[in-house]
């Protein structure tokens, strides 16, 4: 058992022992956090304001923002800008706020998260944004609106326009980029933000995709022309083609690009007035450039057929209005096929084909050279047969029995006042233009040629 001396020094002993270490630890936590401080999650218990600083110290030319523009990437270095932080002022706070003489309240609540107080220098951020080439004006394109496309299947569809790199408000990139850095972000991407342009329609408009709808609505129209027994039919194309599309993506079948497509599908198809090679009967080629034989539509009657067959969404099957026929048609451009008349003013002789079969020839006698009055050479059609007929000019009036004009006042006729065909007999006593046969032969000529068969004079 101790004595109530010894016990009374014990006591005394141990409450010195408290008191120094109470004092102790009174003097450590005047320049240093209490023990289990935590700043930012990290342990800083018996560590000064300074030391932590120097801790959490991040040299501005470690620091990198990368500025994505639609074209390019530019870098600001912290340096650059001045970048700093203050960590020390918050920390010292931090310390105040601990009472040495309090420093048991280590066994509580000793958390704290620290406020970056960032700063730069926003002039030399803004002169550096402010040279930038993307931002400048001249360098600048404006976005696009969406393009109606025509697709290898002929319909529509709308194609997204050139976005452009237009930035208009440069304020607001500015702000933008010092938010990144405030934030201490590696990059920002303006794009990302909205800060370009944005074309007035984008693919989604209504109004676009109105356009679209209507464009393929007379894009799917069956329109087809009968070319004799041969039938084309309208492209997808060339039907839109027919369609005026406003800015504002308004739609409206146009009369006058209606005619414009039907000029271009004239030039395409028709056959009237263009060169022809032409297999004469002994199998050499020759070209025919001239006469009055050929498909041509009559562009202006039709304009107006096509126009309403279109708007009111018609398909049709239909013959177009033509101003001149001819024979046949084929999906080579053929006009002349495997019937037809053929007169060779050199060897003054004449041959029929039907159905690629030579079923007459003979010779004849065209117009006179030496009075001028020559047979012209060219590519035309039987106008008509009429038996029997009475012959007119200005010095003449002749009857025959067979009558069949291919040329104006020019055609196939007897001649039963000559007594020879063929040879140079054109030369001095040629006709006025006509192909004189003899009369059996015209008689024959006029029981198989028909009204419109090609006739090829060379």
């Not at 360098?139 to 609106?145: A, G, K, Q």
């Not at 279109?310 to 053929?334: C, K, L, Q």
Request: hydrophobic letters at 35%; proline letters at 4%; glycine letters at 8%.
């Amino acid at each position: 058992m101790w004595s109530k001396k010894v016990f009374i020094k014990v006591i005394i002993g141990v409450v010195g022992v408290l008191v120094l270490g109470y004092f102790a630890m009174v003097l450590t936590s005047i320049d240093t956090y209490y023990p289990g401080t935590t700043i930012n999650g990290v342990d800083y218990g018996f560590k000064s304001p300074v030391y932590v600083d120097n801790q959490l110290y991040n040299s501005p030319s470690n620091y990198n923002l990368e500025v994505r523009f639609r074209d390019g990437t530019k870098t600001i270095n912290g340096k650059s800008v001045g970048l700093s932080v203050d960590y020390l002022t918050e920390l010292n706070e931090i310390k105040k706020s601990q009472n040495p003489f309090l420093w048991v309240k280590c066994f509580w609540d000793n958390d704290y998260t620290l406020t970056d107080s960032l700063k730069f220098n926003e002039e030399a951020l803004d002169r550096i944004v402010s040279n930038y080439p993307e931002l400048d004006p001249e360098n600048m394109v404006d976005p696009e609106n969406p393009s109606i496309e025509i697709d290898d299947d002929g319909m529509a569809y709308a194609q997204e326009g050139d976005q452009g790199n237009r930035i208009d408000d440069i304020e607001a990139v500015k702000e933008a980029i010092g938010d990144a850095i405030r934030n201490r972000q590696s990059s920002v991407d303006l794009d990302e933000l909205g800060l370009y342009a944005q074309p007035e329609y984008l693919l989604d408009d209504p109004k676009v995709v109105s356009c679209v709808d209507f464009c393929n609505t007379i894009a799917e129209l069956k329109i087809t022309y009968k070319y004799g027994d041969y039938d084309i039919r309208l492209t997808p194309q060339q039907l839109i083609s027919t369609i005026k599309i406003g800015e504002d993506y308004s739609t409206v079948v146009s009369k006058n690009k209606v005619q414009a497509m039907l000029e271009s599908f004239s030039r395409l198809h028709d056959t009237y007035g263009t060169i022809r090679t032409f297999k004469t009967h002994n199998r050499s080629k020759i070209n025919i450039s001239n006469g009055s034989y050929g498909w041509q539509i009559d562009v202006e009657t039709e304009t107006d057929n096509l126009f309403n067959d279109i708007i009111h969404h018609t398909n049709v099957e239909r013959t177009p209005s033509f101003s001149s026929v001819a024979y046949t048609y084929d999906e080579y451009g053929d006009d002349i096929g495997d019937t037809y008349a053929e007169v060779d003013l050199t060897n003054q002789h004449m041959y029929y084909y039907k159905d690629g079969v030579q079923v007459l020839d003979c010779d004849v006698v065209t117009g006179c050279v030496n009075l001028r009055r020559g047979t012209p050479s060219g590519i035309y059609s039987v106008a008509y047969k009429q038996t029997p007929a009475t012959l007119k000019g200005d010095d003449y009036e002749t009857k025959v029995t067979y009558w069949m004009p291919f040329n104006g006042g020019i055609g196939f006729h007897d001649a039963t006042w000559r007594g020879s065909f063929g040879g140079s007999i054109y030369m001095w006593s040629g006709s006025h233009g006509c192909v004189n046969m003899p009369y059996y032969k015209a008689q024959e000529l006029f029981m198989v040629i028909e009204q419109g068969v090609p006739v090829i004079v060379y």
